[in-house]
């Protein structure tokens, strides 16, 4: 997918502190690394990502580096020398110094003795002391990245003597860490993102969701490519409903499973849309000469419908792959695919502005008549009244194939809204920093509820429709309908980062700590009860709907009391064994 | 080609004839089953195809054309005609011994079917497929890779829509599942079907490239595959990866990302080369034993040429660890990393310490706090008084009794506690890990394979993109530098400082204090390291 670093691109380079450095190669311009140097942009453009580069002592009368690509072989000698070292123990300790001249090692014991032994001392060759001609020499000449400079300053360093070979390695490893002058060049994508959101930029802006945590919200919500293979089968499509306050992340994450975050490969990659792009939207919109004809150019299926707070969505973070909202590039697949639209449109459009008041018509003669900029203005008022207009009206029909948040908002009454909006079978998956707002969730989905629920319903409750009580805003006792969510349960996940390293492999010593991050997951479900019918007064697919309402009430023969009992006699079984464990606990 | 879609990409609205549906009895407890209208194996049933179930007996035509999620009640279904079944094949086989068998031959016909009546109790819940039900419901024949697993194994391999990924050995199939879900971009005969900017452009099409030796595990996977209808996505080779590599039909499956769940994915490693497995220089270099290099054909790699490859092996041991990255560093693998993921299942209840629950009789709840534990004793104190004769002091706290004359755990008493007194609400809300957790599953090791960039390559890039260097004495352009902000810049000046300060105390830490002169030429050397 990313195999070339492409003109403005965004992307990551990677210190040997493994500090990380974003930016957008420009081409033609200079990079600067800070003290490490600075080099010219057109040396890592159209060069494969995933290579070390290292900068490169400056020519006499320039001022930025050159750049040589370190092979993995050279990342690896010293890892490597210090394996063989173990795999063939000398009996001597030993100090051995970069036999290639480019890389050293200081190379005592094999893994055994570091371990037992603090007081292992290294041969008197490490006791070196560098003379102050060398350094003025040293200092002068600024060779080699660092590394020469490294063995010298740790052979000069003759407290060295009084490590084991154990901190040695660690303390060599800092050293190296701090001075060599290299970078890695990795693609900006959702893991990287997420990797530099969470332990540079600002992990609380993204909800401290990590890898893992973002990974599971995508499998347990079953988004992925689902593009109706036939238009006649739209419905074998998928169509995924969101809230998301990470600035995009989460958006971001779901459209590159789908396969909406990048655009395709053949397709430019620049930031803006060309000129001869410009020209094909202006062709499109002059095209249509109705309203009905405006081309809105969503897509139907394998879309992402972004509910949001505010008048605008926040999705800054697109930006690193290169999208934005207010100025979408037609070429991005987002811009078909990422349908936004606020809490408002969904729950009360008619006092929405954008969609309760379409443009004024003109006919095609005023049109013709009229300066082209007006025009243009014209058909941009009408594309944007359609669009909303189109968005509004298919996320109130429903039916979506899953649903995902990560909100700071009460996940409550986030799904008082959306879960009408999914269809039978859609998993839901919610993300949260802390655990509360999900432990409070599942509690309105205990079987117990839910029994009480189905053996007593809220007064007035039974008279309604099923699609009424699919919309049931809920009372005191039941803030959701605990009958419409299956499975709500809660889990967590953490990556353990390792160390491997010859003889010395172990877990690493520090983390991050913050906000563990859990997922609540359920699934929408239709309860059989009484009759079936359309689902609600977002649903419009009448016609449809009564067909499954055809089935489901040939089935539902002698429903009534009967078929509640039965239900409850199920979940009696849980609640008594959910009671007996209580009643051990506390008898403890 | 496939025909159908496979309800595990396209479930679309309602369950269908010959698909996979997942039937949900509860928690933890599913079963998957493809739906039949039509029973071909003649189970016996009169009402057809019927998933027999703990909580009822379900024919498959009550469940065909109904909507994903639908609660579905529990048919009465004679199960004693099962019995007739095991007769029936008997009796098959004395056919064939070329005994009279036509009395069967009438229940044979589909035509016999019978009317479903509803059961008096049971229900299920009737849902798609998803990678996720079919792992925790799948037949197992191996160890299973499960959902914290592979959905961050596919997100770090970056295993997307259009991803060529490989995938050894394939067990049951677990990640196969999920891995054709993370990848498929659609099939080649289907392209084009929606009109929209993106789609109408051409889409590299991904597929799982599923190897496994097992003969039977193989066998059976291929089946299910089909039966999925997913075998335009994944294509299974009979094949020991570690003996024969990656190839398909002699051709590279030209793989962007690798998952090798294999006992010594070391061994696999030299076939996933992008030149070939290395010349043996090192001799004890025994890891490289898997490839011979002299079948003398040209080397095929199994690669994606043009991208930078992602691979994760899957471990349970941590010698098994330290051989494949010991191998992954001499065959040129690149970042390294191992990581361990671990996940729990959080259970939520309402702990109601001190609420008088009226069940078991005998149990004494514990109070809820020292004023209900005073009431109590006060109460046991005042009746131990009565009895002897002495009038109780202070108040008489009078013991909450509760109907014990009936039953607790009978129906009407829970059905009072959760309606009347709404026992859901009682108590505080707590949470805790559930009972069984997965400390270990197995060890991630991640590697990436850089591609290979020769010197033609970088002549014509340089070509194209003339390299631009400042001399001294240049006057800076503004805005010419990329890379860092004036903030940024000074805010690694900042951190150099720190760093220059943090280095010097490490070394006045562990340095004799008499060599001060040495410390201050430490300090020298790293500021001459910043330019
Ligand atoms: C633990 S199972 C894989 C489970 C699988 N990942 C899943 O999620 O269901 C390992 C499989 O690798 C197969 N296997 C072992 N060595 C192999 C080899 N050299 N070539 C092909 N398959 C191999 C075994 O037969 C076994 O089925």
């Known amino acids: 997918m990313h195999s070339l670093v492409q003109p403005n691109e965004w992307v990551v380079l990677r210190l040997p502190s493994d500090t990380l450095k974003v930016l957008q190669i420009v081409p033609n311009t200079i990079v600067s690394l800070g003290k490490y140097g600075t080099f010219s942009s057109n040396l890592v453009l159209e060069r494969p990502y995933n290579l070390t580069y290292e900068l490169l002592d400056r020519e006499a009368g320039q001022k930025d580096s050159g750049l040589r690509i370190v092979p993995a072989s050279e990342l690896h000698a010293d890892t490597i020398a210090e394996e063989n070292a173990a795999a063939n123990p000398v009996n001597d ?3 051995v110094i970069g036999g290639d001249g480019v890389e050293f090692e200081l190379v005592a014991e094999n893994g055994e003795v570091i371990m037992r032994s603090n007081r292992e001392t290294i041969d008197d060759s490490a006791r070196q002391t560098l003379t102050m001609e060398e350094i003025e020499t040293l200092k002068q000449e600024g060779t080699g990245a660092g590394k020469d400079l490294i063995a010298k300053l740790m052979l000069s360093h003759t407290a060295l003597d009084q490590k084991t070979t154990f901190s040695l390695a660690k303390y060599k490893l800092l050293k190296t860490k701090k001075y060599l002058r290299r970078f890695t060049i990795l693609p900006m994508d959702v893991p990287m993102l997420t990797y530099w959101m969470m332990e540079e930029k600002d992990a609380a802006k993204i909800f401290e969701m990590r890898d893992e945590m973002l990974a599971l919200v995508g499998c347990w919500a079953n988004v992925h490519y689902s593009v109706a293979p036939n238009p006649e089968a739209s419905e074998t499509g998928g169509r995924w409903l969101m809230v998301d306050e990470t600035g995009g992340l989460l958006v971001a994450a779901m459209a590159e499973r789908m396969g909406i975050l990048y655009p395709p490969q053949d397709a430019p990659r620049s930031l803006y849309p060309t000129e001869a792009q410009e020209k094909e ?3 499109l919109q002059t095209s249509a000469h109705s309203p009905d004809g405006f081309r809105t150019s969503l897509a139907s299926t394998n879309t992402l419908t972004l509910l949001h707070n505010n008048a605008q969505p926040n999705l800054s973070l697109l930006k690193y792959f290169n999208f934005a909202v207010d100025t979408p590039n037609p ?9 936004t639209l606020s809490w408002l449109q969904l729950i009360s459009p008619e006092l929405d502005t954008t969609y309760s008041t379409p443009p004024v018509s003109h006919t095609p003669e005023e049109l013709l008549a009229m300066k082209s900029g007006k025009r243009g203005t014209y058909y941009r008022k009408h594309r944007r009244w359609a669009r909303t207009k189109s968005i509004v009206d298919s996320t109130r029909n429903g039916s979506f194939s899953g649903l995902v948040v990560a909100s700071a908002m009460d996940p409550v009454s986030i799904l008082r809204h959306t879960i009408p909006l999914l269809a039978g079978g859609a998993p839901i998956s919610i993300y949260s920093p802390t655990i509360e707002p999900l432990t409070a969730l599942a509690d309105f989905y205990s079987t117990s509820r839910r029994t009480a629920f189905i053996q007593a319903p809220p007064a007035g409750f039974e008279e309604l429709s099923s699609g009424e009580k699919e919309q049931w805003q809920g009372d005191e006792d039941f803030p959701l309908n605990p009958t419409l969510v299956l499975g709500a349960s809660i889990q967590t996940s953490r990556v353990r980062n390792w160390q491997v390293l010859p003889g010395r492999t172990h877990p690493e010593m520090t983390g991050r700590g913050g906000a563990e991050g859990y997922l609540f997951t359920g699934i929408k479900v239709l309860p059989a009860e009484g009759k079936v019918e359309a689902r609600g007064k977002y649903r419009k697919k009448k016609a449809e709907n009564e067909d499954k309402t055809a089935t489901i009430k040939t089935e539902e023969n002698g429903a009534g009391p009967e078929a509640k009992k039965r239900r409850i006699d199920a979940d009696l079984a849980e609640v008594k064994a959910e009671r007996d464990t209580r009643m051990e606990d506390v008898s403890q | 080609m496939a025909s159908k879609l496979s309800p595990f990409l396209h479930a679309g609205p309602v369950a269908t004839d010959d698909n996979l549906s997942i039937i949900h009895l509860k928690r933890d407890l599913q079963t998957p089953t493809i ?32 909507p994903w999620g639908s609660q579905v009640r529990a048919s009465r279904v004679d199960t004693g005609s099962r019995g007739r079944r095991q007769e029936k094949k008997k009796k098959r086989k004395s056919d064939e011994a070329g005994l009279d068998a036509s009395k069967e031959e009438a229940g044979d016909t589909p035509k016999e079917e019978k009317e479903t009546v509803t059961a008096s109790s049971g229900f299920i819940h009737l849902l798609p497929p998803t990678p996720e039900n079919w792992t925790s419901s799948l037949p197992h024949r191996t160890q299973v890779v499960y959902t914290p697993d592979y959905s961050y194994i596919l997100h770090r391999i970056r295993a997307r829509p259009g991803t060529n990924i490989i995938e050894a050995g394939a067990g049951s199939g677990s990640f196969t599942h999920a891995s054709a879900r993370a990848v498929y971009s659609g099939l080649p005969s289907t392209e084009g079907g929606e009109l929209s900017v993106s789609a109408s452009k051409r889409r590299k099409l991904g597929k799982v490239w599923s190897f496994e030796f097992h003969e039977q595990r193989h066998e059976k996977l291929v089946k299910e595959i089909q039966d999925h209808g997913l075998e335009g996505v994944v294509q299974i080779t009979h094949r020991d990866v570690c003996e024969d ?22 061994l696999a490693l030299p076939h996933l080369s992008r030149s070939g497995p290395p010349a043996k220089e090192e001799k004890e270099d025994a890891e490289s034993n898997g490839m011979d290099s002299s079948k003398g054909k040209p080397f095929v790699s199994p690669l994606n040429p043009t991208v930078p490859v992602h691979l994760c092996t899957f471990s349970p041991c941590i010698e098994q660890v330290q051989r494949t990255v010991s191998v992954m560093r001499h065959l040129g693998w690149t970042d390294i990393s191992m990581v361990e993921v671990a996940q729990k299942r959080i259970e939520v209840r309402r702990e109601r310490v001190g609420i008088d629950n009226g069940q078991q009789r005998g149990i004494q709840a514990t109070p809820a706090n020292v004023d209900e534990a ?17 009038e109780p002091t202070g108040e008489t706290t009078k013991p909450k009794k509760v109907k014990r004359e009936q039953n607790p755990n009978n129906r009407e008493t829970i059905m009072e506690s959760l309606v009347e007194r709404k026992v859901y609400k009682e108590g505080r809300l707590v949470h805790k890990t559930e009972p069984d957790v997965k400390t270990h599953t197995s060890y991630l090791v991640f590697a990436i394979l850089p591609v290979q960039w020769t010197a033609e390559d970088e002549e014509k890039v340089r070509a194209k993109w003339a390299i631009k260097v400042r001399k001294t004495g240049d006057q800076e352009v503004d805005g010419e530098v990329v890379g860092v902000s004036r903030r940024q810049q000074k805010k690694a000046a900042r951190q150099a400082m720190k760093d220059n300060a943090a280095a010097k105390k490490e070394a006045s830490l562990s340095a004799p204090p008499s060599e001060d002169e040495n410390k201050d030429l430490i300090a020298d050397l790293e500021k001459t390291l910043e330019v």
């Open chain 1, 281 to 283: 939207e202006q062709a």
């Open chain 1, 93 to 95: 300790d030993k100090v």
């Open chain 1, 331 to 339: 070429t991005h697949p987002l811009t078909a695919h990422l349908h």
């Open chain 2, 35 to 66: 739906l039949r209208s039509y029973d071909k194996d003649d189970e016996g049933y009169s009402e057809g195809k019927v998933v027999n179930t703990r909580f009822g007996s379900f024919p498959h035509k009550t469940l065909i054309g109904l």
């Open chain 2, 245 to 266: 590599g990656f190839l398909v039909n002699e051709e590279s499956p030209k793989a962007d990302a690798i998952f090798l769940d294999l006992p010594a994915p070391w």
């Open chain 2, 374 to 390: 005073l009431a109590r004793l006060k109460e046991v104190e005042g009746n131990f008084q009565t009895f002897h004769g002495q």
